[in-house]
């Protein structure tokens, strides 16, 4: 079974920056796409930023121009690096990964949190 295991959250005073990880348990090359997720405290869980093997990066506009997604294929670990952060991101962070071309594939991890306050 593929694990993903995630680490990095905390506690953050707005406007600063936090990095978190994702550690799979084979190759990220294996994997359509991986991805993160994100669920606040009374909403709904949304997509934060995707990356498609292959594809175009994906960034929700809440996070444009301050997250950025990215891969360390040699220690199968994938990466959201988290700038001038804000009370509104505040949530629990879940790595997923997409094992095939069919939608029903996905794969997550137990999440970590990530918490903004001043």
């Known amino acids: 079974q593929v694990q993903l295991v995630e680490s990095g959250g905390g506690l953050v005073q707005p406007g600063g920056s936090l990095r978190l990880s994702c550690a799979a348990s084979?190759?990220?090359?294996?994997?359509?796409?991986m991805g993160w997720y994100r669920q606040a405290a009374g909403k709904q869980r949304e997509l934060v930023a995707r990356f498609p093997n292959g594809g175009i990066t994906y960034y929700a506009d809440p996070v444009k121009g301050r997250f950025i997604i990215s891969r360390d294929y040699a220690n199968n670990t994938v990466y959201l690096q988290m700038n001038s952060l804000k009370i509104e991101d505040t949530a629990v962070y879940y790595c997923?990964?997409?094992?095939?071309?069919?939608?029903?594939?996905?794969?997550w991890g137990h999440g970590t949190q990530v918490t903004v306050s001043s």
């Open positions: 997923y990964a997409r094992t095939s071309v069919y939608a029903g594939s996905n794969v």
């Open positions: 084979r190759s990220i090359f294996s994997f359509n796409a």
